[in-house]
């Protein structure tokens, strides 16, 4: 009979798959950005590297103890810490659905980053105007190119969170915005992390040279 020549595999059932696979949304997203940071994690890493070979090669030149302020680091290292701690708030007032709660620590984060910006960009100055430009030495120039990313990082940090309140204003915590304020706060506190690394190895222990 016709059937006979079967084999068992012929004959076993055949199970199709119609249900699509469902994923998180926006979980692709928050996957991508934690790779984004890591390939900084490596970037930073490499920076605080060549400080490691170069920090204490002043060349003849003013020494990392002549040059720091470490009063007014210090003052720039709450100013960022604090933007970390209002960022923190602005999102439990999103995850609240309270928006004009939201947009109100938004700013104060701004605040609080743009005047960490201000007092880096008067260190900068005051050691380019006293002839300690990165130029001047290995130990110089590691040091700027260190706390220059850093700074550019922040600053990167700062428009896409003028950004991310005005379409906030817009368009209300909507859930694509909301997946946005949360890598906005993944990198704000990373860029915390790195700046708490750069003051202690950078600032604290270079003063001691």
């Excluded at 700062?158 to 817009?170: D, E, N, R, T």
Aim: net charge negative; proline share 2%.
């Amino acid at each position: 009979m016709a059937h006979s020549n079967l084999t068992a595999a012929d004959a076993a059932p055949v199970f199709w798959e119609t249900e699509p696979h469902h994923h998180a949304e926006g979980s692709s997203t928050m996957l991508g950005f934690w790779l984004y940071l890591m390939s900084d994690c490596l970037i930073f890493g490499i920076l605080f590297a060549s400080w490691g070979v170069y920090g204490r090669n002043f060349a003849g030149g003013p020494t990392s103890h002549e040059l720091f302020d470490l009063k007014l680091v210090a003052v720039n290292t709450a100013l960022l810490l604090l933007s970390s701690i209002t960022y923190g708030f602005a999102m439990i007032a999103v995850h609240a659905h309270r928006k004009a709660a939201a947009l109100r620590w938004l700013v104060v984060t701004l605040l609080f980053g743009l005047g960490f910006l201000g007092i880096e960009l008067f260190e900068f100055h005051h050691l380019i105007h006293e002839g300690a430009g990165p130029g001047r030495s290995a130990f110089l120039s590691s040091f700027f190119t260190l706390v220059g990313t850093h700074g550019l990082h922040v600053t990167f940090g700062s428009i896409w969170l003028v950004v991310l309140m005005v379409q906030v204003s817009a368009k209300g915590l909507i859930p694509a915005n909301v997946r946005r304020l949360e890598c906005l706060s993944l990198f704000w506190h990373f860029l915390d992390v790195v700046w708490i690394g750069v003051f202690t190895f950078v600032y604290l222990l270079g003063s001691m040279a």
